[in-house]
Each structure stands twice: as structure tokens, then as C-alpha cells.
């Protein structure tokens, strides 16, 4: 277990770990010391046994259940021995409260049934969270979760935080931070590409590479560290030739990962690609044909959109958001020019512009304001409207635009708009599209500590091919840093703020 983080495990757990609302199945999830114990107070098996004598891995059916006469159970044992007190009289008397007090124990022993569930039981350390955990399978239903769950929290549970079930993985050592943050990828996984990233990354596939490397980087410390202090002394030391190599190689490897994770980002994360052009040129109808239905109104009439609309699509196993924006044009309506507004914002933000034309007619001075508008940004130029007799001169238009090739599609027809999608994808990854990868960076904060770390590795490197005066002592208290933020990213060094901020992503119940 972390030390740092003792005080924060001390509490058994609880939270309804399923999406609430009408399902089959519903679970709700214990943690801790614990967890056994209130799992007691509130589940009757059908057999015999208590959940505290139960087998680790093993499943159990019965009720949940409450006692309709808790709380007036619970009495002063002053007031219990007064009672007591009085019913000393007669034989005969005594028989008679002997009888009452067996009524009132029956009374006593009545329940409610809240609900009929599948109990599993999972002791520590072989559990998630390397504590007894206790996982209550109740029906779907809002009700019967919930009561189940306020059960729990009375008989002495706490609700859980936010991914508070997988900080306590962390905390007791059973995963490390780019594991704990594989968990949270795998929930929100939209493709298949990036589920294998994630899935990868949790079988440790991530950390084993930043654990070689800070192994690297230890052993260079070492020998720079030894020439250091033992500089008079009569050592052998290892050749420099040596030391710059392991160097050499772990600073490529870093470099090269620091280049990856924007790969990673994108299999993650995905881009915005907004289309934009002018009205009636066919925007709307290219989004509804991305998304093989009808989400934005199409109509003959120009300017029908007036607002932009944003949606997901899976284009190459990586996620796209494409956004319909209103069409730019001189136009006075104040309506119409809060949608070309917006439909600035949306382009200041495009990681790629669809920039739309109509191939039925001319180039004009509209066309002109938008192509400044979009300069700078990564785009592909669409004719739409194939089908109908050319005035655009595609020509001119690859000159204006700086673009080797124009796209012509009918979207009304349905042709070439697979040529679009394959020119989205060659433009996101510069004409090749990798393979996913677990070693793959996937999160923000993984890949600042990696990038800080490749930036003091190369700066060690530096001083050391130069060999300049007290180029050990800095490229030592370089190199040392550097290992501090590869052990950053899988939480060997970390403020418990940003592990606050890492957890905090999580939902309740994980």
C-alpha cells in the first residue's frame, strides 16, 4: 500500500456500480474492512451461513432485507433493565410477560424484503481493489438500487467518490496510474482502436516501456553519479562511449513516444472536421450522409441552416466529430448572422475544414471571404452537385485554394463520397494510417510528463557529448529529474491533487 494515501482507505466504501434506470441487472459494489460484516446485516442467504463465513470467489442467492421494527430496537439498556424491573412479579405475572416479551422477539424478528439478488463475495487481496469487496446483483430498477444501497450506507458504509474503487486499486498496489487511467478509457471507449489501446495499456503494456526506460535512465545515473563522488579515487569506471549510448537510446525511444502520443490522442480523442461554404451547396446533406440519416433539415431553399450541428461518426476506426455549419454569406438577417458567427467559432476550433462548393456555379467573392476565413487550417475542397452541368472552374479553384485535387461528389446521388471519408482520414494522418498500439500515450497529462522528461534527456545528452566543465553534476541532476516524470505517469511521483483531478474523471461506482 502507498502510505501517503493510508488515511484515505480507512472507510468501507459503497456505490451503485451500474447505470441507474430499468435494466435486468443492477449492482451495487462494497469495499473494505468492512464490507463483509454489512453484507451481513443485510442479506439473508437462502442457505445456511453468514457472508463473514463465505468462501472468496464465490456466489450466493438470497433477499435483501430490512427489520420493519429497527429503530425501536434501538433503546437505552437503562431503559431495557426498567422494563425488566417490572415485569418481576408473580409467577403467573411472569409467564404472562414471558409470553409478551416472546410475542415482542417474534415482532422483533419480522422483514421486509427489499429485493431478490445474487450476492458475490471477493476477499482481499484478490480483489479489484485488493480489499473485501462484497457485489449486491439486484434487480435493474431505480427502487430496489436504491434502497439497497441506503441500506448499506446505514448499516455503516460511505458513499463512494468518484472512481474511488479503482484509486483504492491504486493505492493498494494492484495497478499503476497509466493502468488506473486505461479503466477510465476502456468505459469511454467510442472505437474498437481505442479499446485495444486501453486494453493494452491495462495489461501493463504502457508501463513496462516507461519502466525499461527509467531502468536506462537509473543506470546512467548510477555511473555519472560514481565519477562524481569517487572522481580521486583509483575506479574503473564504465567507457563514456557507454554511457552516451544507453543515453542515445533512451532518449530516441522517449522521442519517439512524445511523437506517438498524438497518434494515441487522436485514436482516443478523435477531430473536429467542419464543413463550411456557402448556403445551399450542399453541407447539410453531406452531414446526413456521414451519418446514414436525416439529422439536419434539407431543404431548396438557401440557408435553411442557422445554427451549427455537431455529431459523431467512426471514419477509419477513429472517432470524427463532424459539424454542420450555416452557410456564409452577405447577409443582413440578424438570425442568419449569429449562425455565420458560430460558424466562424466552429472554424477557429476545425482540425480539418470541409470547404464546400457548387459545382453548378461560379467562384465568387463570397467564396473568396471564406477561403480567407479557413487559411491556415488543414482542408479539402468538395464540389457537390456532379450531377449537374459545370460552371465551377475546378482549375482556377486548385490555384485559389493551394489544393493538388478538388473532390467532385453528388451527395444527392450518393457518388464519390467514399473518396471524401478516405481524403478525411489521409489528411488526419498525413497519408498513413497506423496500427493501434498499447505503448501508445493516450492522455494529456501522460504526455506532458514525457515530453518534460525527453526534453531534460536531450539537454544531458548534449552536455555530454561536449564534455564540458561540470557537465556530470548538471547532466546528472538532469537525468534525475527526467526519471521523476516517467515515474509520474504511472504514480510513483505524484502530488495528490492530480491524482484528485485523474480520479475525479470517473463515474461513481468504479
Same mark, same amino acid.
Given at each position: %500500500? ?18 441507474? /434506470? ?30 463473514? &463465513? ?24 437503562? /431503559? ?41 463475495? %471477493? ?39 468518484? &472512481? ?32 485495444? =489501446? ?58 519517439? %513516444? ?5 497518434? &494515441? ?52 476506426? %477513429? ?11 452577405? #447577409? ?31 467562384? #465568387? ?29 475546378? /482549375? ?12 467532385? =461528389? ?98 461513481? /461506482?468504479?
Amino acid at each position: %500500500m502507498r502510505k501517503e494515501f493510508l488515511h484515505s482507505t480507512q472507510d468501507t466504501i459503497a456505490a451503485i456500480s451500474t447505470p441507474v /434506470g430499468e435494466s435486468g441487472i443492477g449492482i451495487v459494489r462494497l469495499s473494505g474492512k468492512k464490507a463483509l460484516s454489512i453484507a451481513d446485516k443485510v442479506f439473508v442467504p437462502k442457505s445456511k451461513g453468514k457472508v463473514t &463465513g463465505f468462501k472468496t470467489y464465490t456466489v450466493h442467492y438470497g433477499h435483501v432485507v430490512r427489520q420493519k421494527t429497527e429503530d425501536r430496537r434501538q433503546k437505552t439498556e437503562d /431503559g431495557r433493565q426498567k422494563t425488566e424491573d417490572r415485569r418481576q412479579k408473580t409467577e403467573d405475572g411472569r409467564q404472562k410477560t414471558e409470553d409478551r416479551r416472546q410475542k415482542t422477539e417474534d415482532g422483533r424478528q419480522k422483514t421486509e424484503v427489499i429485493d431478490e439478488v445474487i450476492l458475490t463475495v %471477493m476477499k482481499a487481496p484478490r480483489s479489484y481493489t485488493r480489499e473485501d469487496v462484497v457485489e449486491i446483483n439486484c434487480h435493474g430498477g431505480i427502487v430496489a438500487l436504491g434502497k439497497t444501497l441506503e441500506l448499506v450506507l446505514k448499516k455503516g458504509a460511505r458513499m463512494a467518490q468518484p &472512481g474511488e474503487f479503482t484509486k483504492r486499486a491504486f493505492i493498494n498496489g494492484r495497478i499503476d496510474l497509466a493502468q488506473a487511467e486505461a479503466v477510465l478509457d476502456i468505459i469511454k471507449s467510442k472505437t474498437e482502436n481505442s479499446m485495444k =489501446i486501453a486494453q493494452a495499456q491495462l495489461e501493463g503494456e504502457l508501463s513496462k516501456k516507461i519502466r525499461g526506460l527509467r531502468k536506462s535512465l537509473i543506470s546512467v545515473l548510477a555511473e555519472l553519479e560514481a565519477r562524481i563522488d569517487f572522481s580521486e579515487d583509483d575506479i574503473e569506471f564504465a567507457p563514456r562511449d557507454a554511457i552516451l549510448k544507453t543515453l542515445q537510446e533512451a532518449e530516441k525511444k522517449i522521442k519517439e %513516444m512524445v511523437k506517438d502520443s498524438k497518434k &494515441g490522442m487522436l485514436f482516443k480523442e478523435g477531430v473536429l472536421c467542419v464543413i463550411c461554404g456557402k448556403p445551399n451547396t450542399g453541407k447539410s446533406s453531406l452531414m446526413n450522409a456521414f451519418l446514414n440519416r436525416q439529422r439536419v433539415i434539407v431543404t431548396p431553399v438557401a440557408g435553411t441552416t442557422r445554427d451549427a450541428v455537431e455529431e459523431e461518426v467512426v471514419l477509419g476506426g %477513429m472517432p470524427v466529430r463532424i459539424a454542420d455549419t450555416a452557410g456564409i454569406s452577405n #447577409t443582413r438577417g440578424i438570425v442568419e448572422r449569429h449562425g455565420i458567427k458560430r460558424a466562424r467559432s466552429y472554424i477557429r476550433r476545425a482540425d480539418l475544414v470541409l470547404f464546400m462548393l457548387d459545382i453548378g456555379k461560379r467562384w #465568387t467573392g463570397e467564396d473568396s471571404r471564406i477561403l480567407k476565413d479557413i487559411k491556415g487550417k488543414e482542408k479539402i475542397v468538395i464540389a457537390n452537385k456532379k450531377d449537374l452541368r459545370k460552371k465551377l472552374d475546378t /482549375g482556377s479553384v486548385k490555384k485559389l485554394t493551394g489544393e493538388k485535387s478538388i473532390i467532385e =461528389i453528388s451527395v444527392l446521388k450518393r457518388k464519390n463520397l467514399e473518396t471524401v471519408e478516405k481524403a478525411i482520414l489521409e489528411k488526419i494522418w498525413r497519408g498513413r494510417v497506423p496500427q493501434p498500439e498499447g505503448s501508445f500515450v493516450t492522455s494529456l497529462r501522460q504526455a506532458r510528463e514525457l515530453a518534460e522528461a525527453h526534453k531534460r534527456v536531450e539537454k544531458a545528452l548534449t552536455l555530454l557529448k561536449r564534455a564540458s566543465s561540470g557537465a556530470w553534476e548538471i547532466s546528472a541532476l538532469l537525468i534525475r529529474e527526467a526519471e521523476f516524470f516517467l515515474g509520474s505517469i504511472l504514480g510513483d511521483s505524484i502530488e495528490p491533487d492530480i491524482l484528485g483531478r485523474v480520479f475525479e474523471k470517473f463515474c461513481i /461506482g468504479k
